[in-house]
């Protein structure tokens, strides 16, 4: 009798929590709740996996109130000092873009940085290892996937030689995207003094997707590439294997060493909070980058009911005056960023989304069923030929974005995800000359036999579609 009361009881509080403290939208509230209503027991097990943020969301505000107040003070500082957006070589699209990522999702405006851009696994992993060994004081990593192949152990047998040397060294890795890399994986660098943390261990519907790399508080790595032979084009399915990484030197350094500790600290015990707020200037060490290149480093996860990287990316949408174009391994949006790039190319802009070339089987009908919408509307799709894993932004001459998110509705509003906003004529023209280089080894899609698939293949499409947001 008492269990059925405690079930009662706790049922009733997930419907309050829906409602009136996760402020979850009218439509996914109205689902839980009727989940909860008709299935009791069956509703709080999938409502505590795959729907409930209420504890994440308490876990990063309580032990993370010193480290945000600190950067709320710098945030502020620059919204009062900047009374005019510093000219930043384009017209008002970089301006107005400023604004709204200042004013909408907190994030300062960098100025001095330092990029190189990484087009392949063999570039980005021989020049972060080599910086990796050099390192003297800290270590910081997080990705999405760590596998356990080659790649994978001579990353954490650098991290154990370093960690035997004194240096900090703290990893973190997603408990779904890490399923794989058993706990033998990371034991010797535990046995060295590293930390290794698994985020969301338990829940494998938020995910934690970023991939950020910080030594020494100095140089910061950030991109598409999680740690793995396939990244090398080294599986012949996914061969070759097309990302974009970034290497930073200057203030975004501050940015991706903040992010970090924001997530690592929310893991941690209160004990161990105290402890590292001490150590936490020692983690910003000044830099000398003199190279202006103005840049926001933009957040999205379940921390905050906000959604600042989907909102960024309608801003950016409808900033566009001449094209925007986009590569991502597939395109998954909501019906707010699908019916902007309808608008965009019904109003003449020029659209293109350049997608993978193979694909998960499961993706490929919700994948079909966004190219159908999008090209009816004018957009052109191009397949690349290889595995296309990139998630870049470019529109007109002015902005560009590099970051973690997939154009879809889990990167945009469900996963822990990083993504950096450049305000650079020259920057952005270098990112659109690579993208022209991939168009050479494209196809466009051929429309006329594309619509000629089957009623099964429609059906199935439709079908996928109402399970856009678990994907």
């Given amino acids: ?10 049922n009733i509080f997930f419907m309050i929590s829906v409602v009136f403290i996760e402020y979850k939208k009218p439509e996914e509230a109205i689902l839980w709740v009727f989940v909860l209503l008709v299935f009791p027991l069956l509703g709080m097990i999938l409502y505590a996996v795959f729907g409930n943020t209420l504890r994440l969301k308490l876990s990063y505000w309580r032990k993370n109130k010193e480290l945000k107040k600190a950067y ?3 945030l502020q500082k620059q919204i009062q000092s900047l009374q005019e957006v510093p000219n930043l070589g384009t017209d008002s699209i970089g301006s107005s873009m400023v604004r709204f990522n200042l004013n909408y999702s907190d994030s300062i405006l960098m100025k001095k940085n330092e990029v190189a851009v990484f087009c392949w696994g063999q570039q980005k992993y021989a020049d972060m290892f080599a910086a990796m060994r050099q390192a003297q004081k800290s270590i910081h990593v997080e990705y999405y996937a760590i596998d356990p192949d080659k790649v994978g152990k001579e990353l954490i047998s650098i991290l154990t030689e370093r960690a035997q040397n004194g240096v900090d060294v703290k990893v973190i890795v997603d408990g779904f995207g890490c399923l794989k890399a058993p706990n033998s994986l990371f034991r010797p660098l535990r046995e060295a003094g590293g ?3 698994r985020s969301k ?13 910080v030594i020494d508080g100095e140089i910061g790595y950030t991109g598409g590439m999680n740690i793995g032979i396939p990244y090398l084009s080294e599986v012949k399915i996914r061969s070759p294997w097309r990302d974009t990484h970034i290497k930073m030197r200057g203030d975004g350094v501050y940015a991706l060493q903040y992010i970090f500790l924001t997530d690592w600290i929310a893991m941690s015990r209160k004990k161990t909070v105290k402890l590292e707020m001490r150590k936490i200037t020692s983690y910003f060490p000044p830099h000398n980058v003199q190279t202006v290149l103005y840049s926001q480093y933009i957040t999205g996860g379940i921390d905050t009911d906000k959604e600042y990287i989907k909102m960024s990316y309608l801003k950016m949408i409808m900033s566009a005056r001449k094209r925007i174009w986009i590569q991502t391994p597939y395109i998954i949006p909501d019906n707010t960023v699908l019916d902007s790039l309808k608008v965009l190319a019904s109003s003449g ?35 690349y030929h290889g595995y296309l894993h990139a998630k870049t932004l470019v529109v007109d001459d002015d902005v560009c974005c590099i970051g973690s998110a997939n154009f879809d509705t889990r990167s945009l509003q469900v996963n822990d995800e990083v993504c950096i906003f450049f305000y650079d004529k020259n920057f952005t023209q270098y990112n659109a000359s690579l993208f022209r280089e991939d168009l050479n080894h494209c196809s466009e899609l051929d429309y006329n036999a594309f619509a000629k698939r089957s009623w099964r293949a429609h059906a199935s499409e439709k079908l996928c579609r109402i399970f856009a947001p678990l994907l």
Avoid: W
């Avoid at 009798?1 to 706790?10: C, E, K, S, T, V």
């Avoid at 069923?369 to 999008?374: K, T």
């Fill in 201 to 213: 261990p338990f829940g494998t519907h938020f995910r934690n997707h970023r991939k950020i790399v």
């Fill in 349 to 383: 802009i020029e659209v293109i989304v350049m997608l993978s070339g193979t694909l998960q089987f499961y993706l490929d009908p919700i994948n079909n069923y966004y190219i159908d919408e999008l090209v009816k509307y004018g957009a052109k799709i191009y397949r």
């Fill in 1 to 10: 009798m008492l269990i059925m009361l405690f079930l009662f009881l706790l």
């Fill in 195 to 197: 930390i290794v943390k």
């Fill in 72 to 74: 709320a003070e710098v």
